[in-house]
């Protein structure tokens, strides 16, 4: 589904350490969107930062992906991400929170 002009974004915050079901939260929500047709999903590995607990977490490169934090960009229509906000709310309720918010697409012209 290719997406142009005004769309959203969900980005979901959580630890890349972060668990469903015996494997990482992060794919569990890539592998849902792709489930339900959306537009696109990125896991997005970062360096350092804090949450609710007010904690820093931080890592080095070489294990960003077994700890430190990441998040989950998922793009498509604001009707799409908030039904599938609905779907996550097991993922959600354990781990992780959630921004919406609205975009606008740029895609290049085809030529």
């Known amino acids: 589904m290719a997406l142009d002009g005004m769309s959203a974004r969900l980005t979901i915050h959580l630890s890349a350490s972060a668990v469903w079901h015996h494997k990482p939260a992060y794919a569990e929500i890539v592998h849902r969107a792709r489930r339900q047709g959306l537009a696109g999903a990125s896991v997005f590995h970062g360096f350092e930062g804090y949450g609710i607990h007010l904690t820093i977490h931080h890592d080095k490169p070489s294990r960003l992906r077994a700890h430190g934090p990441c998040a989950v960009v998922v793009v498509d229509t604001e009707d799409r991400l908030r039904a599938f906000l609905g ?4 993922i959600l309720s354990v781990n992780g929170v959630a921004v919406l918010d609205r975009v606008e697409v ?4 085809p030529g």
């Not at 740029?106 to 012209?109: D, R, T």
Request: cysteine-free.
């Open 87 to 90: 779907a996550l709310e097991d």
């Open 106 to 109: 740029h895609l290049p012209a």
